[in-house]
């Protein structure tokens, strides 16, 4: 008896609305599925008073020898019924196939409840087999009246046809049509259950003539289509085909092909992601019961796969899992499991917790706080796991706590250093470099940092070695011929984006050093590429074998060593001294480039104790430009360019010439290097001399021009690129100095040679665009002559882009064009415009190719938050120099730029790119309301709706919330008695955004402005009167010009002269002020 109660699953089951009753089930053990014959239940037994709920009846559409039955359901009411339920729970507690069928002859009780009694009563299980290792515990049960489909075979075979040559590199006809012909089956209402019925099945379905490869694809297409149409479509999808899909991901997660198992977590996630939680409220809990794998009945294909999908969840819908659902926060719930789960025994279970985990842990959270602890003594467990991927999760982990929980990890500081450093050992690059992150965050951590005083003599020799060229680098890179001569693959050519630096702001700030101390300019690193999804299909490799273009120990040693040396200072370079000793002058070239590197490093950090060796050290370093070892000459100018703000600051005209002047010749000269690499770091080189050295440069811009000139008659595509950055850099630096006709006479010819050359299609538009943009500026007036083709090609580039997106929104066969040609177009624009100012520029938009304001309007509401951007800093400027021409189609213009300035339409998940198009829509207005005057009457009210609201709202940037404050300070120029009943709702936020708006003419107008409605509506100023009086004493601007400087202190003064007569103890309530707030009031305004 013993022995036969091995091979039983008892289930005991209670019974709904029967409280004393349960129904207990054994199922051999042995069994290969269970079969439930249900009858369907009459319209009369549904609507008794106890009846559990309808039945469902199917006939099983399929059934081989060890394979799991797919099988559809048909039920007489919509919703999911009690019976269904109880199926699926008999599926998941026996952990087996539940089969259900149609039963007429079973049909032999009176009642629903008697029927579903005897139903489990009667034994209900085949003949037992063994299982086998092909055996897949699973069952898709359902209901509603549309999982009575079933594929039509000429359907699928055309739809799988279609989904294989989709995909299809090698065909690009088939792969076309392909794409058209599934684009047009979108609009079949059952796509979707064909796409989950493909994707679920693990072998072809009948009919379906596939060999294994190919089947593999069908199914991975079908995947890749479905997760899009979710993406794009999900609310649309009816709630049958919907559970038909919910359906179809459990299968996918436990499939034996990892990738397909990902395509279900995929699918998973976006319908999270786009539904919410509890649009599939059973996911969570399925996956985490999947992981946990109580019963010992899950297959580690499922476990893995579940794991997995959840940590996709995590990572797409982070949010969503840390806000309160129906009054929970389902991290509180996912958050334990998850760490529990990094006990698996499986390690890619493990690795997909940790991951899931490493989502959280950056971030603060109760989930996070409750289970700190527990989550520690799990790492600490890991730290020492034979599996590299999950130890490098665990460093990530103590990364992400460094900077949200360093009181945990200080007590264990010693520990995790010796730790860290073992596994920068390691000869896994991706694990070593993930633990030398550890000393970048511990180092950039405003506290934490100190702690590494005692241990730096242990670590930075590691850091030393680590960044010195692997020998597997050494093969790769040593040696590198003189490829000058030689064209760039266009694999070499690093993607191009237009840059998103375009907002109006209204403070003179700098901007920040772009090739100072980031790493990313070190050698060829990952510079100007942005986070992208990685393909669905997962068929593209994407790893680059070549150092110099990944993130590697040897690049975040070096970086970490920079940091430190911003720390410790001092300590670092007694620590670096002997290694730069030993190694600068050494015999093999990866230990002399290493230790120039070093010195890099440590540059900024290092400078004042460094100073002293560096007339030694820059000549050395000036020599090895020549060394005969490519790697070497490379990274020697990264190196002087860190060093070049010592030298440019060098007052003796002695020192300059002996330092300065031949580090800066020799930088030049690497320009034109025979080795491509090398070209590449002199440019970067000099930009970052450009960036330190500023108007420094003035008395050697000839030969810097003659070089710059060379270099775009000798440079390949790639390097092209930088230098464009170098032009523009000097445009910025020099400015008008740029205009002198020897310079611009040399310049602008090599640049419009290489204007014309580069397509409207190439991606070079973009840099080439931009550097033109800061070369305009420069110029100024100079620029007129050059102005005129590259205006009308602006606006060609721009009317073609809008007509292929209007093309491509009519029509899915074709692509949407990109965006940045629009954006680069908008901007150069803006430069000429403001270059030219007058005259010039009126003619440039009056003879326009397309009408110029209307494409201004349509790009003003371009889908792309960045076009917008542009278009509305286009538009302000338009205002101020073009407000003739504008004004007419102001009435259209108003009221898209009223919609921009809707806070709500600004999405969460493109919250900082909708904050820059507002701060420019907000700009613009008051650019427009300086010029339009009294005509902005019909806009005041909702405009000055939409300024108090940007004001008033906690969420948005300082920066924004001063424009929309100056916005409205110009608006009160010539709308004063508009706005004055609506001085209280306001007057405060406007007082509190200014306070620290650097001086400026705009800020003025907008005081003079908000002034003007002041004083039509004195007695509304009561609650923050003392706080105007006080911006009024501390408004300096000692660069602000006549008229308006005169106008301002008038308008102070009179509102200074009503209150003056309004308050009766006038000077003793000045004299409430600071002191030196009466004093300039006494003294400016003769109070």
Same mark, same amino acid.
């Given at each position: 008896?013993?022995?036969?109660?091995?091979?039983?699953?008892?289930?005991?089951?209670?019974?709904?609305?029967?409280?004393?009753?349960?129904?207990?089930?054994?199922?051999?053990?042995?069994?290969?599925?269970?079969?439930?014959?249900?009858?369907?239940?009459?319209?009369?037994?549904?609507?008794?008073?106890?009846?559990?709920?309808?039945?469902?009846?199917?006939?099983?559409?399929?059934?081989?020898?060890?394979?799991?039955?797919?099988?559809?359901?048909?039920?007489?009411?919509?919703?999911?019924?009690?019976? &269904?339920?109880?199926?699926?729970?008999?599926?998941?507690?026996?952990?087996?196939?539940?089969?259900?069928?149609?039963?007429?002859?079973?049909?032999?009780?009176?009642?629903?409840?008697?029927?579903?009694?005897?139903?489990?009563?009667?034994?209900?299980?085949?003949?037992?087999?063994?299982?086998?290792?092909? @055996?897949?515990?699973?069952?898709?049960?359902?209901?509603?009246?549309?999982?009575?489909?079933?594929?039509?075979?000429?359907?699928?075979?055309?739809?799988?046809?279609?989904?294989?040559?989709?995909?299809?590199?090698?065909?690009?006809?088939?792969?076309?049509?392909?794409?058209?012909?599934?684009?047009?089956?979108?609009?079949?209402?059952?796509?979707?259950?064909?796409?989950?019925?493909?994707?679920?099945?693990?072998?072809?379905?009948?009919?379906?003539?596939?060999?294994?490869?190919?089947?593999?694809?069908?199914?991975?297409?079908?995947?890749?289509?479905?997760?899009?149409?979710?993406?794009?479509?999900?609310?649309?999808?009816?709630?049958?085909?919907?559970?038909?899909?919910?359906?179809?991901?459990?299968?996918?997660?436990?499939?034996?092909?990892?990738?397909?198992?990902?395509?279900?977590?995929?699918?998973?996630?976006?319908?999270?992601?786009?539904?919410?939680?509890?649009?599939?409220?059973?996911?969570?809990?399925?996956?985490?019961?999947?992981?946990?794998?109580?019963?010992?009945?899950?297959?580690?294909? +499922?476990?893995?796969?579940?794991?997995?999908?959840?940590?996709?969840?995590?990572?797409?819908?982070?949010?969503?899992?840390?806000?309160?659902?129906?009054?929970?926060?389902?991290?509180?719930?996912?958050?334990?499991?998850?760490?529990?789960?990094?006990?698996?025994?499986?390690?890619?279970?493990?690795?997909?917790?940790? &991951?899931?985990?490493?989502?959280?842990?950056?971030?603060?959270?109760?989930?996070?706080?409750?289970?700190?602890?527990?989550?520690?003594?799990?790492?600490?467990?890991?730290?020492?796991?034979?599996?590299?991927?999950?130890?490098?999760?665990?460093?990530?982990?103590?990364?992400?706590?460094?900077?949200?929980?360093?009181?945990?990890?200080?007590?264990?500081?010693?520990?995790?250093?010796?730790?860290?450093?073992?596994?920068?050992?390691?000869?896994?690059?991706?694990?070593?470099?993930?633990?030398?992150?550890?000393?970048?965050?511990?180092?950039?951590?405003?506290?934490?940092?100190?702690?590494?005083?005692?241990?730096?003599?242990?670590?930075?020799?590691?850091?030393?070695?680590?960044?010195?060229?692997?020998?597997? *680098?050494?093969?790769?890179?040593?040696?590198?011929?003189?490829?000058?001569?030689?064209? @760039?693959?266009?694999? *070499?050519?690093?993607?191009?984006?237009?840059?998103?630096?375009?907002?109006?702001?209204?403070?003179?700030?700098?901007?920040?050093?772009?090739?100072?101390?980031?790493?990313?300019?070190?050698?060829?690193?990952?510079?100007?590429?942005?986070?992208?999804?990685?393909?669905?299909?997962?068929?593209?490799?994407?790893?680059?074998?070549?150092?110099?273009?990944?993130?590697?120990?040897?690049?975040?040693?070096?970086?970490?060593?920079?940091?430190?040396?911003? *720390?410790?200072?001092?300590?670092?370079?007694?620590?670096?001294?002997?290694?730069?000793?030993?190694?600068?002058?050494?015999?093999?070239?990866?230990?002399?480039?290493?230790?120039?590197?070093?010195?890099?490093?440590?540059?900024?950090?290092?400078?004042?104790?460094?100073?002293?060796?560096?007339?030694?050290?820059?000549?050395?370093?000036?020599?090895?430009?020549?060394?005969?070892?490519?790697?070497?000459?490379?990274?020697?100018?990264?190196?002087?360019?860190?060093?070049?703000?010592?030298?440019?600051?060098?007052? @003796?005209? +002695?020192?300059?010439?002996?330092?300065?002047?031949?580090?800066?010749?020799?930088?030049?000269?690497?320009?034109?290097?025979?080795?491509?690499?090398?070209?590449?770091?002199?440019?970067?080189?000099?930009?970052?001399?450009?960036?330190?050295?500023?108007?420094?440069?003035?008395?050697?811009?000839?030969?810097?021009?003659?070089?710059?000139?060379?270099?775009?008659?000798?440079?390949?595509?790639?390097?092209?690129?930088?230098?464009?950055?170098?032009?523009?850099?000097?445009?910025?630096?020099?400015?008008?100095?740029?205009?002198?006709?020897?310079?611009?006479?040399?310049?602008?010819?090599?640049?419009?040679?290489?204007?014309?050359?580069?397509?409207?299609?190439?991606?070079?538009?973009?840099?080439?665009?931009?550097?033109?943009?800061?070369?305009?500026?420069?110029?100024?007036?100079?620029?007129?002559?050059?102005?005129?083709?590259?205006?009308?090609?602006?606006?060609?580039?721009?009317?073609?882009?809008?007509?292929?997106?209007?093309?491509?929104?009519?029509?899915?066969?074709?692509?949407?064009?990109?965006?940045?040609?629009?954006?680069?177009?908008? *901007?150069?624009?803006?430069?000429?415009?403001?270059?030219?100012?007058?005259?010039?520029?009126?003619?440039?938009?009056?003879?326009?190719?397309?009408?110029?304001?209307?494409?201004?309007?349509?790009?003003?509401?371009?889908?792309?938050?960045?076009?917008?951007?542009?278009?509305?800093?286009?538009?302000?400027?338009?205002?101020?120099?073009?407000?003739?021409?504008?004004?007419?189609?102001?009435?259209?213009?108003?009221?898209?730029?009223?919609?921009?300035?809707?806070?709500?339409?600004?999405?969460?998940?493109?919250?900082?790119?909708?904050?820059?198009?507002?701060?420019?829509?907000?700009?613009?207005?008051?650019?427009?309301?300086?010029?339009?005057?009294?005509?902005?009457?019909?806009?005041?009210?909702?405009?000055?709706?939409?300024?108090?609201?940007?004001?008033?709202?906690?969420?948005?940037?300082?920066?924004?919330?001063?424009?929309?404050?100056?916005?409205?300070?110009?608006?009160?120029?010539?709308?004063?008695?508009?706005?004055?009943?609506?001085?209280?709702?306001?007057?405060?936020?406007?007082?509190?955004?200014?306070?620290?708006?650097?001086?400026?003419?705009?800020?003025?107008?907008?005081?003079?402005?908000?002034?003007?409605?002041?004083?039509?509506?004195?007695?509304?100023?009561?609650?923050?009167?003392?706080?105007?009086?006080?911006?009024?004493?501390?408004?300096?601007?000692?660069?602000?010009?006549?008229?308006?400087?005169?106008?301002?202190?008038?308008?102070?003064?009179?509102?200074?002269?009503?209150?003056?007569?309004?308050?009766?103890?006038?000077?003793?309530?000045?004299?409430?002020?600071?002191?030196?707030?009466?004093?300039?009031?006494?003294?400016?305004?003769?109070?």
């Amino acid at each position: 008896m013993a022995e036969e109660q091995k091979h039983l699953t008892q289930l005991s089951i209670a019974v709904p609305q029967f409280p004393d009753t349960r129904i207990y089930i054994r199922i051999s053990k042995l069994a290969r599925a269970v079969l439930v014959s249900l009858t369907t239940a009459s319209q009369e037994e549904t609507g008794a008073a106890k009846a559990m709920g309808s039945f469902i009846y199917a006939l099983p559409d399929r059934l081989h020898d060890r394979e799991t039955l797919s099988t559809v359901f048909f039920s007489h009411e919509p919703t999911l019924d009690l019976t &269904t339920r109880f199926a699926k729970l008999i599926a998941r507690r026996a952990q087996l196939p539940t089969y259900v069928t149609n039963s007429m002859d079973l049909s032999t009780a009176s009642t629903v409840d008697e029927e579903m009694i005897w139903l489990f009563s009667s034994p209900a299980v085949p003949e037992a087999k063994t299982p086998t290792a092909d @055996d897949t515990y699973t069952t898709l049960v359902s209901t509603a009246s549309a999982m009575a489909w079933q594929p039509a075979p000429e359907s699928l075979r055309q739809l799988a046809t279609y989904l294989k040559d989709s995909l299809s590199g090698f065909n690009k006809d088939a792969q076309k049509q392909a794409e058209l012909m599934l684009e047009q089956a979108k609009s079949s209402p059952d796509i979707n259950n064909y796409l989950a019925y493909i994707f679920s099945s693990a072998n072809p379905p009948d009919g379906l003539q596939c060999d294994e490869q190919d089947y593999h694809v069908v199914r991975s297409a079908a995947a890749i289509m479905l997760k899009n149409i979710v993406k794009s479509q999900c609310k649309s999808i009816p709630e049958a085909s919907l559970q038909l899909v919910k359906m179809a991901v459990p299968l996918g997660l436990q499939d034996k092909n990892v990738q397909i198992r990902n395509f279900a977590g995929n699918i998973a996630t976006e319908v999270i992601k786009r539904g919410g939680l509890l649009a599939w409220p059973d996911l969570l809990p399925k996956l985490l019961d999947m992981i946990g794998n109580a019963s010992g009945q899950v297959s580690p294909e +499922a476990q893995e796969g579940a794991m997995s999908a959840l940590a996709k969840i995590c990572e797409d819908n982070t949010k969503m899992l840390t806000r309160e659902v129906n009054g929970q926060r389902p991290l509180n719930f996912v958050l334990p499991h998850l760490i529990a789960a990094t006990k698996s025994p499986l390690p890619k279970v493990r690795v997909g917790a940790l &991951t899931a985990i490493n989502v959280f842990t950056p971030r603060e959270s109760q989930a996070m706080l409750n289970s700190i602890d527990d989550l520690l003594q799990h790492l600490f467990i890991l730290a020492g796991d034979d599996n590299c991927d999950v130890r490098r999760q665990v460093c990530r982990a103590f990364v992400y706590l460094v900077e949200t929980r360093p009181d945990k990890l200080q007590p264990h500081i010693g520990g995790l250093v010796d730790y860290v450093i073992s596994q920068q050992k390691c000869d896994d690059e991706d694990l070593a470099c993930e633990a030398a992150e550890f000393w970048l965050a511990v180092g950039e951590h405003g506290d934490l940092w100190r702690a590494l005083q005692p241990f730096l003599t242990k670590i930075i020799p590691v850091l030393l070695e680590c960044m010195v060229y692997g020998a597997e *680098d050494i093969a790769l890179l040593g040696g590198l011929s003189d490829d000058e001569d030689e064209q @760039d693959r266009e694999e *070499d050519i690093k993607p191009a984006f237009a840059k998103k630096n375009l907002t109006r702001t209204t403070k003179n700030e700098e901007s920040e050093p772009k090739n100072g101390d980031a790493y990313e300019k070190l050698n060829d690193m990952d510079e100007g590429l942005e986070d992208g999804e990685v393909s669905d299909d997962g068929f593209e490799d994407g790893d680059d074998t070549n150092p110099d273009e990944r993130w590697t120990v040897r690049k975040c040693s070096a970086a970490a060593l920079d940091v430190f040396a911003r *720390d410790f200072r001092g300590a670092v370079f007694e620590a670096i001294f002997p290694y730069l000793s030993q190694n600068l002058k050494h015999v093999e070239w990866p230990y002399r480039e290493a230790a120039v590197l070093a010195l890099g490093a440590v540059a900024e950090g290092c400078m004042e104790v460094v100073v002293p060796h560096l007339p030694e050290l820059i000549p050395y370093l000036i020599s090895l430009l020549e060394d005969p070892e490519p790697v070497v000459r490379q990274i020697t100018c990264w190196t002087l360019g860190r060093y070049s703000p010592w030298a440019a600051e060098l007052e @003796d005209p +002695a020192q300059k010439e002996r330092f300065f002047v031949p580090l800066m010749d020799g930088i030049l000269r690497k320009m034109l290097d025979k080795n491509k690499k090398v070209q590449e770091a002199g440019a970067s080189a000099f930009a970052n001399i450009e960036e330190k050295a500023g108007k420094r440069l003035e008395p050697y811009c000839g030969p810097i021009i003659q070089q710059f000139v060379r270099c775009f008659a000798k440079y390949k595509d790639r390097n092209m690129f930088i230098l464009y950055d170098c032009v523009q850099t000097l445009a910025e630096r020099i400015g008008p100095l740029l205009a002198t006709p020897e310079l611009a006479n040399q310049l602008m010819p090599a640049l419009t040679e290489r204007y014309n050359t580069v397509s409207d299609e190439s991606r070079e538009v973009f840099p080439l665009l931009e550097c033109l943009s800061y070369v305009a500026l420069a110029l100024s007036h100079a620029f007129s002559p050059y102005a005129p083709p590259i205006f009308v090609r602006c606006v060609n580039i721009i009317h073609t882009n809008l007509e292929l997106s209007l093309a491509a929104a009519v029509n899915p066969a074709l692509d949407q064009p990109n965006k940045d040609f629009l954006i680069t177009s908008l *901007d150069l624009i803006s430069a000429i415009v403001q270059a030219l100012e007058g005259d010039k520029a009126v003619e440039l938009v009056e003879s326009a190719p397309h009408p110029f304001f209307e494409l201004l309007s349509f790009c003003m509401e371009d889908p792309a938050d960045e076009v917008r951007q542009s278009a509305y800093a286009l538009l302000g400027d338009c205002a101020k120099y073009l407000y003739p021409r504008l004004q007419a189609h102001l009435p259209t213009m108003l009221p898209i730029l009223l919609k921009q300035l809707d806070m709500d339409s600004v999405l969460d998940e493109e919250i900082d790119s909708g904050f820059g198009v507002v701060n420019n829509a907000c700009w613009s207005s008051g650019e427009i309301a300086t010029q339009h005057g009294e005509g902005m009457a019909p806009w005041v009210p909702e405009l000055l709706q939409r300024l108090v609201e940007i004001m008033c709202n906690p969420r948005v940037p300082k920066g924004l919330s001063e424009n929309a404050a100056i916005a409205l300070g110009r608006l009160g120029l010539h709308s004063a008695e508009l706005l004055a009943p609506s001085l209280p709702r306001f007057a405060e936020e406007f007082l509190n955004a200014m306070e620290e708006v650097d001086p400026s003419e705009e800020k003025a107008t907008a005081f003079k402005g908000f002034s003007m409605v002041v004083g039509a509506n004195p007695q509304a100023m009561e609650k923050v009167l003392m706080s105007y009086f006080a911006a009024i004493a501390r408004y300096q601007d000692l660069n602000l010009r006549n008229p308006i400087k005169q106008d301002l202190h008038e308008v102070f003064q009179n509102v200074l002269n009503v209150y003056k007569r309004m308050i009766p103890q006038f000077n003793e309530f000045v004299s409430q002020m600071q002191t030196k707030d009466q004093q300039s009031l006494k003294s400016n305004y003769a109070l």
